[in-house]
């Protein structure tokens, strides 16, 4: 994923897919997932900061 758009797009829409995406299966993509069940807008900022900052 090296467009930051698209990545900026994928986080928005669906944050779990861009950490795995960018990070892979690991413990980033487990706390996005507990961020995303339990609010949302959290686990998109978590999604943001690991993938296109």
């Not at 467009?3 to 690991?26: C, D, E, R, T």
Request: hydrophobic fraction near 65%; charge should be positive; charged fraction near 10%.
């Amino acid at each position: 994923m090296d467009n930051k758009i698209v990545a900026l797009i994928v986080s928005i829409l669906l944050p779990p897919l861009a950490v795995f995406l960018k990070k892979g299966a690991g413990s980033d993509l487990v706390i996005n997932i507990v961020l995303c069940i339990f609010f949302y807008v959290p686990g998109i900022i978590h999604a943001i900061w690991l993938t296109v900052l």
